[in-house]
């Protein structure tokens, strides 16, 4: 089974746990956020970064969850220097499902063996502020399942897609970029990139979008508005 969610059922005394929901006494629901890992499958490295718990499986699948709760916040807070950056010519796909979480920045600048990303449930309340150089450089992503990646918050995508040399098609539908105020290099040398869905994107408040798609020589189509 692929890393991600699941709907599971649980019976334990005094609890009654369904769909990710359990009852206390029966007047009081919380969600429960999961990540349910095969049993046939191996944690080769594993950490915890400021309360970011980092699982990277013997198959190359990177797990990231559990809750920020480091002192950087914003546009300053960059995983240039992440622990699981130093495995990071094993890192083949990535599941970040991290509550509290308030920057992309860097995170996986130069994984130049990253082919797919996804994001879990907790990436939809909309902490995240910066998604500058997120994936900057990542020559062989060819996949990004962004449903849960909520933007409405983020300000700065400065080369946020910049150099994913091996990307061909990018569905960005569900960003709301209403606060963005730098897009300069977002997609510049993507060159094999030939649609880009920006149905949503808002740029009347953008005064950066300097070479936005430079070097898209393969650009075939557009979708905006």
Same mark, same amino acid.
């Given at each position: 089974y692929?890393?991600?969610?699941?709907?599971?059922?649980?019976?334990?005394d005094g609890?009654?746990?369904?769909?990710?929901?359990?009852?206390?006494?029966?007047?009081?629901?919380?969600?429960?956020?999961?990540?349910?890992?095969?049993?046939?499958?191996?944690i080769?490295?594993?950490?915890?970064?400021?309360?970011i718990?980092?699982?990277?499986?013997?198959?190359?699948?990177?797990?990231?969850?559990g809750?920020?709760?480091?002192?950087?916040?914003?546009d300053?807070?960059?995983?240039?220097n992440?622990?699981?950056?130093?495995?990071?010519?094993?890192?083949y796909?990535?599941?970040v *499902?991290?509550?509290?979480?308030?920057?992309?920045?860097? /995170? @996986?600048?130069?994984?130049?063996?990253l &082919?797919?990303?996804?994001? !879990?449930?907790?990436?939809?309340?909309?902490?995240?502020?910066?998604?500058r150089?997120?994936?900057?450089?990542?020559?062989?992503?060819?996949?990004?399942?962004?449903?849960?990646?909520?933007?409405e918050?983020?300000?700065?995508?400065?080369?946020?897609?910049?150099?994913?040399?091996?990307?061909?098609?990018?569905?960005?539908?569900?960003?709301d970029?209403?606060?963005?105020?730098d897009?300069s290099?977002?997609?510049?040398?993507?060159?094999?990139?030939?649609?880009?869905?920006?149905?949503?994107? *808002?740029?009347?408040g953008?005064?950066?979008?300097?070479? /936005? @798609?430079?070097?898209?020589?393969?650009? &075939?189509?557009?979708?905006? !508005?």
């Amino acid at each position: 089974y692929p890393i991600g969610e699941y709907q599971y059922t649980v019976t334990m005394d005094g609890y009654d746990q369904a769909s990710g929901t359990y009852t206390v006494d029966t007047l009081k629901r919380r969600k429960v956020s999961i990540v349910m890992i095969p049993d046939n499958i191996t944690i080769a490295e594993s950490g915890v970064q400021d309360g970011i718990i980092w699982k990277l499986t013997t198959k190359g699948e990177l797990i990231l969850t559990g809750k920020y709760t480091g002192a950087k916040a914003g546009d300053e807070l960059s995983f240039e220097n992440s622990q699981w950056k130093a495995y990071m010519n094993q890192i083949y796909t990535a599941y970040v *499902d991290v509550e509290n979480l308030s920057s992309l920045r860097d /995170m @996986f600048r130069e994984f130049t063996v990253l &082919k797919r990303v996804s994001f !879990g449930t907790n990436m939809n309340k909309g902490t995240v502020v910066t998604m500058r150089s997120a994936f900057n450089s990542a020559t062989s992503l060819t996949s990004m399942d962004s449903t849960n990646l909520n933007t409405e918050n983020v300000t700065n995508m400065f080369r946020a897609f910049s150099g994913c040399s091996s990307l061909q098609k990018l569905d960005l539908s569900g960003f709301d970029t209403k606060n963005v105020t730098d897009m300069s290099w977002m997609f510049a040398e993507d060159t094999k990139l030939k649609e880009v869905n920006l149905q949503k994107f *808002d740029t009347s408040g953008v005064p950066n979008m300097a070479n /936005m @798609f430079l070097d898209c020589k393969n650009m &075939k189509s557009i979708r905006v !508005g």
